[in-house]
């Protein structure tokens, strides 16, 4: 396994990417999105975050948080969202997916892949080149045509504040968007 140190400062702004198991394609269900917000809320409240931006699809979410001054601890947070949500997805009749014989002895539920992928955002250019990636994933998914035609991101909300014009990425080739932000 390798040796991956995870970046960590108090006050940070991070782009996160966190899938579930084996791809399942289960977040955008009625019963996922409403487990997600709460387990958002509860978050949270418990443990503080600013959630700039946040793009839900199928099989894996992405989102921008900003973590309070004094505080680098997105782990925690991760750890206890995804818990939340589990439970309130399982008590509330969702499905997880076949568990190996690691999770079996382990106890952990068929949900959520164990890592997730992180990123500090460095400065302005990195942070809305991250917003641009995330907003795009859909249409990079072929899942829309548009941004603006998913309704589960902030997409509509950076239109709203002046960010991106209705149109912005639509007919955009996937390859600027993957050039311009490095990442897959």
């Known amino acids: 396994m390798p040796n991956y140190k995870r970046v960590r400062l108090e006050g940070g702004t991070y782009f996160f990417t966190v899938v579930t198991m084996n791809r399942m394609p289960i977040l955008t269900t009625p019963l996922a999105r409403r487990c997600l917000s709460k387990a958002f809320a509860l978050t949270k409240k418990r443990y503080p975050f600013k959630l700039k931006a946040i793009c839900l699809l199928p099989d ?96 509509a909300k950076y239109v709203k504040a002046g960010l991106y014009d209705e149109d912005w990425g639509k007919g955009v080739a996937d390859d600027i968007v993957k050039l311009k932000t490095g990442i897959e």
């Open 60 to 155: 894996h979410l992405h989102c921008v948080w900003i973590l309070p001054e004094s505080d680098s601890d997105y782990s925690t947070r991760w750890s206890f969202l995804k818990g939340t949500f589990t439970r309130l997805y399982l008590n509330g009749g969702g499905v997880q997916g076949t568990k190996n014989a690691s999770r079996k002895v382990r106890h952990e539920a068929g949900i959520w892949q164990r890592r997730l992928w992180e990123h500090l955002i460095r400065d302005d250019k990195d942070y809305y080149n991250h917003l641009d990636y995330l907003h795009y994933n859909p249409v990079k998914h072929g899942l829309v045509k548009s941004p603006a035609e998913w309704k589960w991101s902030t997409f």
